[in-house]
């Protein structure tokens, strides 16, 4: 796989660059809870303007769905990165109209400015090609960023390169050579750990993962789908009715490892005890208890075959990590994951799985970090994105 990237791009001073970058930040109180998406196309932004470029950024905002949603306006995005860049960034009031071009056509090189959140238009989520076209038009070439949302096929994501010479930006580059070595040749063991809460969702990439990897250890509410598949009492925990057939067969697959033991209890954290699980069905909790994480014998068992991995991805939670007690498992694999990063190449990837590893302090230790939730499962599932598509070299 071939990736035309942004450092090899010649004569880039004095361009005007459209940026695609995914800013879909959490908001709290109109200003940003999290900035960790900004961060993350730094490095694209400020090779940018050290190359005196133009530069032009695109992103959306939450779901307006086509509509002018005023507390979904990207102002307080530009402003907390003109603080990270130090360096302004003006926020322009719309994504298309004589005003913004004129304001394009003013810009002197290494200026920064953002247009309007483009899930205003109602043509971005349609994959409309005129709207992909306005957005081309405004610049001399396309830079696509943001690997969150390359799973999109959306106006600006998708079809713009059709207009303008376009080009993946480092965060876009790192994301698809970093999940790309996990499905070329993967180093072995290759060891998969899936947890996290919606048992539809991951499916597909335990499917497409199983004939690559040498075992898939399972974690989180997923388990308890296929607790309940196979007839054990799982009181109220989270389950998914729909895919319990299926996940019942994952037992019985070698490769696939469940945990020998859970912790149950209540929500808010009272109550809380280690439960194995025996091998013909039981009751594992009353109606007014939950599955909330993998047990501490399941915890010692993952965590001795992350050790002898040579390769390992993880996405999902282990455990409701939210709250107290039920955080150790989700830590513990994440340590055990990011101890494990010396000897071998690690991955992690998906929102909630990354806060965790923020949590405790190692996100560092990870070969990559990926950005994506959704689009990280679907690359890893061997599904085409069209931001990847886009950058690929035909
Ligand atoms: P990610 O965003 O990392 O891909 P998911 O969205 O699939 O992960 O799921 C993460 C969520 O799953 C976490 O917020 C976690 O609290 C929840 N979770 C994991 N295990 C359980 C469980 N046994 N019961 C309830 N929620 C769980
Ligand atoms: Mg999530």
């Not at 390359?150 to 998708?158: C, F, Q, T």
């Not at 997923?222 to 037992?251: C, H, M, R, W």
């Not at 091998?279 to 068992?301: F, V």
Request: a positive charge; proline letters at 5%; glycine letters at 10%.
């Amino acid at each position: 796989m071939s990736i035309r990237t942004l450092k090899k791009l010649r004569r880039i001073s004095g361009k005007r660059v459209l940026v695609r970058v995914d800013f879909n930040v959490p908001l709290k109180d109109g200003a940003l809870a999290d900035n960790s998406r900004l961060r993350a196309s730094l490095p694209t932004i400020q090779y940018l303007i050290q190359k005196k470029a133009k530069i032009i950024l695109v992103s959306h905002l939450g779901r307006p769905e086509g509509k002018v949603v005023p507390d979904l306006r990207l102002a307080p995005v530009s402003e907390a990165l003109a603080r990270l860049l130090n360096h302004p960034v003006k926020q322009l009031a719309d994504w298309q109209g004589e005003e913004v071009k004129k304001e394009i056509e003013q810009m002197n090189d290494g200026e920064i400015v953002m247009l309007e959140n483009i899930r205003f238009s109602p043509d971005e989520q349609r994959n409309d090609s005129p709207l992909a076209h306005a957005l081309a038009s405004l610049a001399d070439l396309f830079v696509l960023d943001g690997f969150a949302v390359a799973h999109r096929p959306d106006a600006s994501v998708s079809q713009v390169a059709g207009y303008i010479p376009t080009v993946a930006g480092f965060l876009l580059e790192k994301e698809i050579i970093g999940l790309g070595k996990l499905l070329q040749k993967p180093k072995k063991p290759f060891v998969a750990v899936i947890g996290g809460a919606k048992m539809e969702t991951k499916i597909p990439v335990i499917e497409a993962l199983l004939p690559k990897v040498d075992s898939i250890l399972l974690g989180g509410g997923i388990v308890n789908t296929v607790l309940k598949g196979l007839g054990y009492g799982v009181g109220s925990s989270l389950f998914d009715p729909e895919q319990t057939n299926v996940a019942a067969v994952y037992a019985k697959k070698e490769k696939i490892i469940l945990p020998i033991d859970v912790v149950v209890g209540k929500k808010d954290g009272t109550g809380s005890r280690v439960v194995s699980i025996g091998k013909t069905p039981s009751t594992i909790c009353e109606n007014d208890e939950a599955i909330l994480d993998i047990g501490p014998a399941s915890t010692e068992l993952f965590s001795s075959i992350i050790k002898k991995a040579k390769t390992v991805v993880w996405n999902g939670a282990m455990g409701y990590f939210e709250q107290k007690p039920y955080e150790k498992s989700t830590y513990a694999i994440a340590n055990a994951i990011a101890n494990q990063g010396k000897k071998a190449f690690v991955v992690a990837g998906g929102g909630e799985t990354v806060e965790a590893i923020e949590a405790i302090g190692r996100a560092k230790d990870f070969d990559l970090v990926s950005t994506g939730g959704g689009a990280m499962l679907e690359f890893l599932s061997g599904k085409k994105l069209s931001g990847v598509e886009a950058v690929l070299e035909k």
